[in-house]
């Protein structure tokens, strides 16, 4: 099998506190994975790490490929900056505003190009991040959160855009999220970090499009929940 | 006299009083204070309260105020103090910009800029008159060095908080899109550090002309201080009052400057943005 990351070896320490412990993983190329975990599990440094914002450790394998884009919790945006000069941000090549204006108009912000980020509402600035990382055609696109400081509906609207984006870019995806449904409703792979290392790996075949509900969604999620410690009443029930 | 009750009647009555009267554009409100001031000194004047010896009535100080500019004799001091206030200025802000980088960039470079600054800073810098009267003679030198020195501060400090207080996740997400060092300094940590270099150059402009009137005082032959001094010798109130006039004007004269200058290169701030909205 072709791996679009691979990390061997992987281990981390705070201080005393051992976040990364000898983690192991890979990502086939196109794959949609969500990554759980509980706060404070080393989700956000597995993915700062893949980022190349924190430093490889000497002992560790890091392969990912170029090049990577993130999306974080928060849009990031610069403030003195029209938007498409921040989508833009960077850019090698020519017609920059042009890729900006293209990146911009597959989230539905062509209206808003010369805007300042301030003027903007807190869905369309994370979409506008979202095109910042579009423009760069990545390969391995890495989601740090980003629906979590949405509110419900905007959240729902956005879920539906990223799917859309993934189909026609096909970027290897890394979604790190708190929330089970997400995951579920998601990504084709769940992983989750427990102890520093991936603890449960779990196919998501569902047909898409999916939607919440139905008896295999609330399989997937309960058996999501019983791995992050979580155990509730009865799926079946439920559903 | 009721010209001078009008004027001396508080405009927030007026604009309550009376909706029609209506200020043309806020940043002329600012004149409005000053003026009603200048009322009631007048009529003070008039009803023989004040002596010319102690000060002069606003239409003396007027008067002479034109004579002095139809003579040429007020631009000719005005252009002499304006040019030392620019070179001062000029020379202030470009070191104190280049220290704020150095410091503001680098850990080593504050540890070796900053401590010496802020050393040197605990001086009143205008006690040290007599010795750049030492090194640089009475001249020109001193004059552009005290307004120069005096000026350098306010940028450095307050650009180099800018600098510091550039919010990291910005510098974060500018560096995984690719930006290299200088990439980062013009496009993050230069604009982010902006509005308070601006803050920095309001505070400058006022540390300006305070250096200005003290510089001014060392064997002035020409300039604004030099006119004041010169009509002390010979119990002149209304010049005196004049060159502080002009003082006050190019004081609120630069102030309105740097705001034009925030307006434009800061329209991206949340705050100025709603007020171009209403």
């Known amino acids: 099998m072709t791996t679009a990351v691979r990390v061997r070896r992987l281990t981390r320490r705070f201080g005393a506190n051992t976040v990364l412990d000898g983690l192991d993983l890979d990502l086939a190329p196109g794959q949609f994975v969500a990554l759980l975990g509980r706060s404070g599990s080393g989700k956000t440094t597995l993915l700062r790490t893949l980022a190349g914002l924190d430093a490889v450790p000497a ?70 991040a979202l095109a910042r990382a579009l423009v760069r055609e990545p390969r391995l696109l890495l989601l740090d959160e980003p629906f979590a400081a949405l509110d419900a509906l905007t ?38 970090l427990s102890h520093g290392r991936i603890a449960a790996d779990i196919a998501i075949t569902l047909p898409r499009p999916r939607r919440h509900g139905g008896s295999e969604f609330a399989a997937l999620r309960g058996r999501l929940l019983a791995e992050l410690g979580v155990t509730i009443p009865n799926p079946a029930e439920a559903a | 006299m009721s010209g001078s009750t009008d004027t001396a009647t508080p405009p927030a009555l007026l604009a309550l009083g009376a909706p029609r009267w209506a200020f043309p554009a806020p940043d002329l409100r600012r004149f409005v204070s000053p003026l009603v001031l200048v009322g009631v000194w007048q009529a003070a004047s008039m009803l023989g309260m004040i002596s010319p010896r102690t000060l002069a009535a606003p239409s003396a100080v007027l008067a002479t105020a034109w004579g002095l500019a139809v003579s040429g004799e007020l631009g000719h001091h005005l252009a002499v103090s304006l040019g030392r206030i620019g070179l001062g200025l000029a020379i202030g802000v470009s070191l104190g910009t280049g220290f704020a980088l150095v ?61 510091r207080g550039v919010d990291a996740k910005l510098v974060e997400a500018a560096r995984v899109f690719g930006l290299d060092q200088r990439g980062l300094i013009r496009h993050v940590i230069l604009p982010g550090a902006l509005p308070s270099g601006l803050v920095g150059l309001r505070y400058a402009l006022s540390v300006a002309w305070l250096s200005l009137v003290i510089a001014e005082q060392i064997n002035a032959s020409a300039g604004i201080g030099y006119l004041i001094n010169d009509a002390r010798d010979f119990l002149r109130t209304d010049i005196i009052v004049v060159g502080l006039l002009v003082y006050a004007l190019l004081g609120l004269l630069a102030d309105a400057v740097v705001r034009m200058l925030e307006r434009r290169a800061l329209a991206w701030r949340p705050v100025l943005l709603k007020e171009r909205v209403r």
């Open chain 2, 103 to 163: 410091a503001g960039l680098s850990r080593w470079g504050e540890e070796i800029v900053d401590a010496p600054i802020q050393m040197i800073r605990t001086l009143p810098f205008l006690g040290l008159v007599p010795l750049f009267i030492l090194w640089l003679g009475i001249g020109e030198a001193p004059k552009i060095a005290l307004v120069a020195l005096g000026t350098s501060f306010p940028i450095y400090l307050n650009l180099f908080a800018g600098i």
């Open chain 1, 59 to 128: 002992e560790a394998v890091v392969e990912v490929p170029h090049p990577t884009a993130v999306v974080f919790q928060e849009p990031r945006l610069l403030p003195w900056k029209p938007i498409w000069r921040n989508v833009a941000l960077g850019l090698a090549g020519g017609d920059a505003r042009g890729r900006a204006q293209a990146a911009l108009r597959e989230v539905g912000l062509e209206r808003h190009l010369d805007a300042w980020p301030a003027t903007l509402s807190g869905g369309e600035a994370q979409r506008a």
């Open chain 1, 155 to 192: 959240r729902i609207r956005m879920h539906g855009l990223v799917i859309d984006l993934w189909r026609a870019h096909a970027p290897t995806t890394l979604l790190v999220t708190h929330d089970v449904d997400e995951a579920v409703l998601l990504a084709d792979r769940a992983l989750v």
